[in-house]
C-alpha cells in the first residue's frame, strides 16, 4: 500500500520560513520523481516544485523560484520542501505526490498516481 504523507505545515508571519517533509512508503521510491503541489481555496492544485529520481534535476514555479528549494533522500524516502521568505500568497495546502516517467510535469492532474493528504502553510501579514 503506497502512502504519502506530509508534514511540517503550520502558521508563520511573512517573511519567516518553514521546512515541509513528505515521508514515502510502499512505493520503490528511488525510482519515482517527486512533486510538491499547493492548492489555494476553490482552485485547483497548482505545481510548485519537482525532482526527478536522482535528485539531479529540478524545477520550479515562478512564483517560487529563489525562495523554494526540493530536496530527497532517498534512503530515508522522504522529500523535502524548503520555504523561504513565504508571503502571504503562498497560504494553501500543500500536497506531495509521486510519479514515474521522468522529470516531466504534465499539467493532467490524473497523470500523477499517488498523492498525499496535505499539509496546511497559513502565512500572516
Known amino acids: 500500500q ?3 504523507v506530509e508534514s511540517g505545515g503550520g502558521l508563520v508571519q511573512a517573511g519567516d520560513s518553514l ?5 514515502v512508503s510502499g512505493l ?3 525510482t519515482y520523481s517527486m512533486y510538491w503541489f499547493r492548492q489555494f481555496p ?3 492544485r497548482e505545481f510548485v516544485a519537482i525532482i526527478n529520481y536522482s535528485g539531479a534535476v529540478t524545477n520550479y ?3 517560487v523560484k529563489g525562495r523554494f528549494t526540493i530536496s530527497r533522500d532517498n534512503f530515508k524516502e522522504m522529500v523535502y ?3 523561504n521568505d513565504l508571503k502571504p500568497e503562498d497560504t494553501a495546502v500543500y500536497y506531495c505526490a509521486a510519479r514515474s516517467g521522468g522529470a516531466r510535469v ?3 492532474l490524473r497523470e ?3 498523492w498525499g493528504t496535505g499539509t496546511q502553510v497559513t502565512v500572516s501579514s
Open 106 to 108: 504534465p499539467t493532467d
Open 81 to 83: 520542501l524548503q520555504m
Open 61 to 63: 514555479a515562478d512564483s
Open 2 to 4: 503506497v502512502q504519502l
Open 19 to 23: 521546512r515541509l517533509s513528505c515521508k
Open 28 to 30: 520503490r521510491f528511488s
Open 42 to 44: 476553490g482552485n485547483e
Open 112 to 114: 500523477y498516481p499517488f
